[in-house]
């Protein structure tokens, strides 16, 4: 297991596997690769989409190497965006991105504070679907506006429709990721996923771990690559600080509890 415990009781990833230019190619394949914290990339049949890269300029310091930088990215035909915080819209990795990346796309108030910085954002409202090639994506329901409850960002009311996740209509199967958010009842009445790519974090604003095991349950033979742990050096914030290990006695059939490395690849439909 890509697991190990380190001096300050945090579970870290396993050793990043790095990426190279040959991810990005067509390997007549749907590939998924963590890339650490909420990051990720899905390249299907050559189509290369990331979510929510944090590639450079993180304002905590890391566990783990970032398995590539911006500048190493070939191509992009789209960058989706699920919410405002800076562990998921990285504004550097975002305009260091700029020459490569075909398309912008996130909910509407990040994709107007993307805009006004020059990153020309497609808006896209909660269940609204739109296609990146032949791939169809909707953006599904989320709840993370923790900044209401901070004086520090109440500098405008944050709405739930600020945040979302996303769903993958893909050749190879079905990919969702809810995005960083409190479990939500229409959570648990989607079409069953092939894949989720699941944040487990144990906070309030998150799933929590027991929602996460609820969700998990619910559908039994999905695939679960988990995200947002073992990345962040920061051994207090429970956001970060997820450990797989405990899945594993809590969750019905624990073989689909997949624990990559970061730059590590799954392929879709491949058990």
Known sequence: MNITINEKGQAVAGQ?????????????????YWMGGGSLMINSYGTNIMIDPVLEGFDIPLLYDVPILSKG??????LLITH????????????????????????????????????????????ETFKVNDIDIRLTKARHNWQNSSQKWQYRYWEEKDYCGYWFNLPDGKVWLPGDSQLLEEHLHMEEPDVILFDFAD????????????????????????????????????????????????IIN????????????YTLGKK
Not at 216 to 245: E, R
Request: aromatic residues 8%; negative net charge.
């Open 16 to 32: 990043t596997i790095l990426m190279n230019k040959e991810c990005f190619d067509n390997h007549h394949e749907t590939s998924i």
């Open 73 to 78: 990215v070939p191509q992009l035909d789209a």
């Open 84 to 127: 405002i915080d800076n562990d998921h819209f990285s504004r550097l990795t975002c305009q260091h991105l700029k020459d490569v990346c075909q398309s912008y796309h996130a909910p509407n108030y990040v994709a107007d504070v993307m805009n006004e910085e020059g990153l020309p954002t497609v808006k896209h409202d909660i269940d």
């Open 203 to 250: 906070n309030d604003w998150h799933i929590t771990l027991d929602g996460a095991i609820t969700l998990a349950n619910i559908y039994p033979n999905t695939d679960l690559i988990c995200i947002h742990w073992g990345s962040v050096d920061a051994p207090d914030m429970t956001p970060f600080n997820g450990n797989p290990q405990v899945l594993f006695d809590k």
């Open 254 to 265: 624990p073989k689909r509890i997949k624990v990559l490395a970061p730059g590590e690849k």
